[in-house]
């Protein structure tokens, strides 16, 4: 309002004035014959004015005048090391409101530094007369005091824990809500950063106008300090604001730091937001870092980062194995768990790393609890990793198992079972316990999902008791009883086109082929024909199918028939960058061929390539003829 006032009496000043300028000028010169001359600049003195009466020109000898003299309380307060000093020179000398500010903030530096943190309420704090006083000079100054300086204190009233109802904070905060267009956008940032999980009304208020002018003013972001503070209190922010900050960040990213990256990073985990170009430009830049800012920490945080957003860089996660491959025996057990999961999440297998990993929980074992154990099994299992030196691992691993399984959580233990059934090391004294009605039970509780996901994991681990320790218990229920209704979700491209091959390479005989076959042991298979000695199809209508629910026909194989199941493996069932299966599908062929079927191989990279119905028949004749080979080999 006071540039508007003065802009108008400027257009008043300048119109008196080009009247009594362009009156003496008519007395002075005379018009010619051939008409009036133009008075010249007239116009120019309206900006000229308006911009005098606006602006103040220094010159290079004029001291700048918003900048006070230097005090000799300032000279005191650079010297202090201790609260008291602070409190004596304020005594000695006095100042103004922003110098009230200054000291208040300097003697809760030294404090914090000598006492550490502030407790309780601070009321007994506030009885030195000297304190009391620098508050009531800042309380009464507070307009005196400077942008930056009443941003700071604010905070430091925050960290000494003042009563919102003392009148210096209220002071502060109504001052702080007057300014907040006139703050500058790190400023605004600072507000937002300190005081976003603040409770009182007043505090609230003044985020909401600090986060209201960001919105407006988001473009005058100018560093990457700011823009990764603002990212991490994305939870207080509007979607937008949130999507112009990745922007921001987008833009800034070269300038950021491997702490500017960890925050960033971390922030977009916890709030879901995976922003894919974000990700990509910080990933290349963290490149660039030296091993020196490869701390362990940022090293742990960016591993939950990419697993929690599934976001997959293998330069990046090779560069972390290589950076903390020679740190692991000084990880704690923590620290080995927490990287694996992480790593575990993202299908990565960097099978050094993971030795290191198993040698740290076989050097370490007494350190680890029993849930840290159970995330490490469970991780294995995941990638389908076995130790080298796996006897020693998994002795201590059964030791501890032996007597802690039963005390899990009926999930959790249901997890760990089926995690031993991957990696082959599952006893029939964990396996039985599991196969009860009892658990059985326990696990109905929850959403449908989550239901059935569990009780196909029962079902993977009845069947490696039924086929892998086959006569180990009579009290094996029925497979039957556990069977998990059969989906129908949409095929992919790989499943459609590998199911019209497999009709074509039946010649349309539909008693010769099944397809999309659940069997009792909680697995799909993709394609199901028995072929005979010539490996010609048969008709399987009236053969028995003991993988079947209905356990098909009544007769036997024909002599010399073989049972073939047809696998199409997608992008999904391998790990990152790799070819070989995760756990889940390791132990799905080990079933199955235990069963009695002869696996043909259908894997996504073989088959997309084929382009022609001959090509993808001829691919699966050769599939077919290498799997009998082999078989009969054994």
């Given at each position: 309002?006071?540039?508007?006032?003065?802009?108008?009496?400027?257009?008043l000043?300048?119109?008196?004035?080009?009247?009594?300028?362009?009156?003496?000028?008519?007395?002075r010169?005379?018009?010619?014959?051939?008409?009036?001359?133009?008075?010249?600049?007239?116009r120019?003195?309206?900006?000229?004015?308006?911009?005098?009466?606006?602006?103040?020109?220094?010159?290079?000898d004029?001291?700048?005048?918003?900048?006070?003299?230097?005090?000799?309380?300032?000279?005191?307060?650079e010297?202090?090391?201790?609260?008291?000093?602070?409190?004596?020179?304020?005594?000695?000398?006095?100042?103004?409101?922003?110098?009230?500010?200054?000291?208040?903030?300097?003697?809760?530096?030294?404090?914090?530094?000598?006492?550490?943190?502030?407790?309780?309420?601070?009321?007994?704090?506030?009885?030195?007369?000297?304190?009391?006083?620098?508050?009531?000079?800042?309380?009464?100054?507070?307009?005196?005091?400077?942008?930056?300086?009443?941003?700071?204190?604010?905070?430091?009233?925050?960290?000494?824990?003042?009563?919102?109802?003392?009148?210096?904070?209220?002071?502060?905060?109504?001052?702080?809500?007057?300014?907040?267009?006139?703050?500058?956008?790190?400023?605004?940032?600072?507000?937002?950063?300190?005081?976003?999980?603040?409770?009182?009304?007043?505090?609230?208020?003044?985020?909401?106008s600090?986060?209201?002018?960001?919105?407006?003013?988001?473009?005058?972001?100018?560093?990457?300090?700011?823009?990764?503070?603002?990212?991490?209190?994305?939870?207080?922010?509007?979607?937008?604001?949130?999507?112009?900050?990745?922007?921001?960040?987008?833009?800034?990213?070269?300038?950021?730091?491997?702490?500017?990256?960890?925050?960033?990073?971390?922030?977009?985990?916890?709030?879901?937001?995976?922003?894919?170009?974000?990700?990509?430009?910080?990933?290349?830049?963290?490149?660039?870092?030296?091993?020196?800012?490869?701390?362990?920490?940022?090293?742990?945080?960016?591993?939950?980062?990419?697993?929690?957003?599934?976001?997959?860089?293998?330069?990046?996660f090779?560069?972390?194995?290589?950076?903390?491959?020679?740190?692991?025996?000084?990880?704690?057990?923590?620290?080995?768990?927490?990287?694996?999961?992480?790593?575990?999440?993202?299908?990565?297998?960097?099978?050094?790393?993971?030795?290191?990993?198993?040698?740290?929980?076989?050097?370490?074992?007494?350190?680890?609890?029993?849930?840290?154990?159970?995330?490490?099994?469970?991780?294995?299992?995941?990638?389908?990793?076995?130790?080298?030196?796996?006897?020693?691992?998994?002795?201590?691993?059964?030791?501890?198992?032996?007597?802690?399984?039963?005390?899990?959580?009926?999930?959790?233990?249901?997890?760990?079972?089926?995690s031993l059934?991957?990696?082959?090391?599952?006893?029939?004294?964990?396996?039985?316990?599991?196969?009860?009605?009892?658990?059985?039970?326990?696990?109905?509780?929850?959403?449908?999902?989550?239901v059935?996901?569990?009780?196909?994991?029962?079902l993977?681990?009845?069947?490696?008791?039924?086929?892998?320790?086959?006569?180990?218990?009579?009290?094996?229920?029925?497979?039957?009883?556990?069977?998990?209704?059969?989906?129908?979700?949409?095929?992919?491209?790989?499943?459609?086109?590998?199911?019209?091959?497999?009709?074509?390479?039946?010649?349309?005989?539909?008693?010769?082929?099944?397809?999309?076959?659940?069997?009792?042991?909680?697995?799909?298979?993709?394609?199901?024909?028995?072929?005979?000695?010539?490996?010609?199809?048969?008709?399987?209508?009236?053969?028995?199918?003991?993988?079947?629910?209905?356990?098909?026909?009544?007769?036997?194989?024909?002599?010399?028939?073989?049972?073939?199941?047809?696998?199409?493996?997608?992008?999904?069932?391998?790990?990152?960058?790799?070819?070989?299966?995760?756990?889940?599908?390791?132990?799905?062929?080990?079933?199955?061929r235990?069963?009695?079927?002869?696996?043909?191989?259908?894997?996504?990279?073989?088959?997309?390539?084929l382009?022609?119905?001959?090509?993808?028949?001829?691919?699966?004749?050769?599939?077919?003829?290498?799997?009998?080979?082999?078989?009969?080999?054994?």
């Amino acid at each position: 309002m006071a540039n508007r006032l003065l802009g108008r009496c400027a257009r008043l000043i300048c119109k008196s004035s080009s009247h009594s300028a362009a009156a003496a000028t008519a007395v002075r010169f005379h018009p010619p014959l051939g008409g009036p001359v133009e008075v010249p600049r007239i116009r120019s003195c309206l900006w000229v004015t308006e911009r005098l009466l606006c602006e103040r020109t220094v010159t290079k000898d004029e001291p700048y005048a918003s900048t006070p003299a230097r005090t000799q309380l300032d000279d005191m307060m650079e010297k202090a090391s201790a609260p008291e000093d602070i409190l004596s020179a304020w005594e000695k000398y006095g100042g103004s409101g922003n110098q009230a500010a200054a000291s208040v903030m300097k003697w809760t530096q030294l404090m914090l530094k000598t006492k550490g943190k502030f407790k309780g309420n601070q009321t007994e704090v506030l009885t030195d007369s000297r304190l009391v006083d620098m508050m009531n000079t800042l309380s009464k100054q507070v307009s005196l005091v400077w942008n930056g300086n009443l941003v700071t204190v604010l905070r430091t009233l925050w960290i000494m824990k003042i009563p919102p109802t003392h009148p210096v904070l209220s002071s502060v905060q109504t001052e702080v809500l007057w300014r907040v267009r006139r703050l500058s956008y790190k400023q605004l940032g600072f507000l937002i950063d300190w005081g976003a999980a603040r409770k009182t009304s007043q505090d609230i208020a003044i985020v909401s106008s600090a986060l209201k002018q960001l919105e407006l003013r988001w473009t005058e972001i100018a560093d990457a300090k700011t823009v990764s503070a603002l990212i991490s209190k994305g939870e207080y922010m509007t979607p937008a604001l949130m999507d112009r900050l990745e922007d921001k960040a987008l833009e800034l990213s070269e300038s950021f730091s491997a702490e500017d990256i960890r925050k960033v990073c971390v922030a977009l985990a916890f709030q879901s937001r995976r922003s894919v170009p974000l990700l990509r430009a910080v990933s290349y830049h963290l490149l660039q870092k030296p091993s020196s800012e490869f701390t362990t920490p940022l090293i742990m945080d960016l591993a939950f980062a990419y697993g929690k957003l599934n976001f997959t860089h293998s330069q990046v996660f090779q560069r972390m194995a290589s950076e903390l491959l020679p740190r692991v025996p000084e990880l704690s057990s923590t620290d080995v768990t927490r990287c694996a999961k992480s790593l575990g999440f993202l299908k990565w297998l960097h099978i050094p790393l993971f030795e290191v990993f198993a040698e740290h929980y076989t050097a370490n074992s007494e350190k680890y609890s029993t849930l840290q154990l159970c995330n490490l099994l469970m991780t294995f299992a995941r990638l389908g990793f076995q130790p080298s030196k796996g006897e020693e691992f998994y002795r201590k691993v059964h030791v501890v198992l032996k007597e802690s399984l039963a005390r899990l959580d009926p999930f959790l233990q249901t997890d760990v079972v089926w995690s031993l059934c991957v990696l082959q090391q599952a006893k029939p004294d964990y396996l039985i316990p599991l196969t009860q009605t009892i658990h059985v039970t326990k696990l109905s509780e929850g959403s449908p999902a989550r239901v059935e996901s569990y009780k196909l994991k029962l079902l993977h681990i009845a069947a490696t008791l039924l086929l892998e320790h086959p006569g180990s218990s009579d009290s094996v229920p029925s497979l039957s009883v556990l069977s998990v209704p059969a989906t129908s979700s949409s095929l992919s491209e790989l499943q459609s086109s590998l199911r019209e091959a497999l009709q074509n390479l039946v010649g349309g005989n539909t008693g010769a082929l099944h397809t999309g076959v659940d069997t009792v042991y909680g697995w799909t298979i993709d394609g199901e024909i028995v072929v005979d000695c010539d490996n010609k199809p048969v008709d399987m209508s009236m053969l028995k199918a003991p993988h079947l629910p209905n356990g098909g026909g009544d007769q036997d194989l024909p002599a010399g028939a073989r049972r073939l199941a047809f696998l199409g493996w997608e992008f999904p069932n391998f790990g990152t960058k790799s070819r070989d299966l995760l756990g889940r599908f390791l132990m799905m062929k080990r079933h199955l061929r235990l069963a009695g079927f002869i696996l043909v191989e259908v894997p996504y990279y073989e088959w997309l390539e084929l382009k022609t119905e001959w090509q993808k028949l001829a691919y699966l004749k050769d599939k077919m003829g290498k799997a009998v080979a082999e078989d009969m080999a054994k």
